[in-house]
């Protein structure tokens, strides 16, 4: 191809893209998240539900997670104004001894149809790992515990949503590897991720990638961030303290929580990832950062949400 043919090819290129404008989307064809927020730390054990569930009204979020005490929490929800986002109280389901097993998956789904009734769409699924068995052996009992909660949540139209938070190892459904086979253990469309990429930033796991290959999968979303510090990582390596680098305020660590915007999440091609996988649902601040006061400082904390609130809407349709 001669000199002029490329400089034709090229110039054509340019011509098209210069002169071509940005595609507008209709409405109905972007999916319309919400922001929501769940209660942690201290303003869950010192602030009142319904006067957070009123706060975060006043203050911009459009839903909020629902806790199994108090009885009417989901009607405090709803009486602010609020979604209810998602809902726990589950028992363990991975589970060695059959009886107990058996005991718990019965609690479970008597606790699905109490959520149903409530008109709450997401519950929430713990995966802690039996810690005297393997991982094979512990995949096993998450088939047998999963399995009928999965198909009665189904029935009920409700979602499970597993957050992939590691918990230092004791935790099963940690990483693609891990949901690959449990999705092809319990092939039960309701059981799913909460995805979270503040645990994905730390393990070292693509998150957009993790968006794109599970989204028919992802039934709930939570917005936290993860700080990566370096000098940490270069003094004391990945496994620094008893959290697996984790960096307690003025302590050793190369990595921490943080609301986001304040880590290494790229928050536009997350959101863009997620409505890409035809995500539709809640988007929701899980605030756990020190710097912040989620610990212990309810003025502190609430300040964090407004600061989190402000710097996703950016992102968000609406």
Request: glycine fraction near 12%; charge should be negative; include cysteine.
């Amino acid at each position: 191809m001669g000199k002029d043919t490329i400089h034709t090819e090229i110039g054509h290129f340019l011509c098209v893209v210069l002169n071509s404008r940005p595609r507008k989307y209709r409405r109905e064809e972007v999916g319309q998240v919400k922001l929501g927020l769940l209660a942690t730390g201290v303003l869950r054990s010192r602030v009142d539900y319904g006067e957070l569930a009123r706060w975060s009204a006043e203050h911009g979020y459009q839903a909020i997670d629902v806790p199994d005490q108090p009885a009417n929490a989901v009607d405090l929800a709803r009486g602010a104004g609020l979604d209810p986002a998602a809902t726990g109280g589950l028992p363990p389901l991975i589970v060695a001894d059959p009886a107990q097993r058996e005991e718990n998956v019965e609690r479970a789904l008597r606790r699905l149809d109490e959520v149903a009734r409530q008109g709450i769409g997401i519950v929430m699924l713990g995966h802690g790992k039996v810690a005297d068995k393997s991982d094979d052996e512990n995949f096993e009992l998450a088939r047998l515990g999963y399995t009928p909660v999965a198909e009665r949540a189904e029935k009920l139209g409700l979602k499970l949503a597993i957050e992939h938070y590691p918990n230092y190892g004791r935790n099963l459904a940690i990483s693609p590897a891990t949901w690959r086979r449990l999705f092809e253990l319990v092939p039960v469309p309701s059981l799913g991720l909460c995805i979270d990429p503040s645990h994905l930033v730390f393990l070292g796991i693509d998150y957009l990638r993790a968006v794109r290959e599970f989204g028919s999968r992802i039934h709930y979303a939570h917005a936290k961030d993860t700080e990566i510090i370096p000098e940490g990582l270069y003094q004391y390596g990945i496994l620094a303290g008893p959290q697996f680098g984790r960096k307690p305020v003025g302590q050793p660590g190369w990595w921490r929580y943080t609301l986001p915007g304040y880590g290494q999440v790229q928050w536009g091609a997350y959101v863009g990832a997620l409505l890409d996988v035809g995500y539709d649902g809640i988007l929701s601040v899980e605030h756990e950062d020190d710097l912040w006061g989620w610990r212990d400082d309810p003025d502190r904390a609430r300040e964090g949400l407004i600061v989190a609130r402000k710097y996703l809407t950016q992102f968000l349709p609406g």
